[in-house]
């Protein structure tokens, strides 16, 4: 069974940074992309920073120079540094990884439960 666990959610004045982190355990093969994913009240989910394998990264337009997404392939964990932060990114932040179970090639999604990040004064 792989589970996904996000922690470093909290709340935090305009202006101030987080870092969230999400661990992935259980039995798996490897972890392809991983990706943070947020979901403000009343809006729908959005792609907020995604990292490949290779370490390549993307960003939402709304975060970048603000955000930076890093993994660290051995402890099999993604981090999200959220610096100047907004009311704006007020939300539930999720973890996303797509993770090949055994040797076959294929993938799936997983999730993570989600941690809140407030933003305000």
């Known amino acids: 069974q792989v589970q996904l666990v996000e922690s470093g959610g909290g709340l935090v004045q305009p202006g101030g940074s987080l870092r969230l982190s999400c661990a992935a355990s259980?039995?798996?093969?490897?972890?392809?992309?991983m990706d943070w994913y947020r979901q403000a009240p009343g809006k729908e989910r959005e792609l907020v920073a995604g990292i490949t394998s290779g370490s390549s990264t993307n960003y939402a337009d709304s975060v970048k120079g603000r955000f930076t997404i890093s993994r660290d392939n051995a402890r099999n964990t993604v981090y999200l540094q959220m610096n100047s932060l907004k009311p704006e990114d007020t939300a539930v932040y999720y973890c996303?990884?797509?993770?090949?179970?055994?040797?076959?090639?294929?993938?799936?999604?997983?999730w993570g439960q989600g941690t809140q990040v407030t933003v305000s004064s």
């Open positions: 259980g039995s798996f093969f490897s972890i392809n992309d």
């Open positions: 996303n990884a797509y993770i090949r179970r055994d040797t076959t090639p294929r993938i799936y999604p997983y």
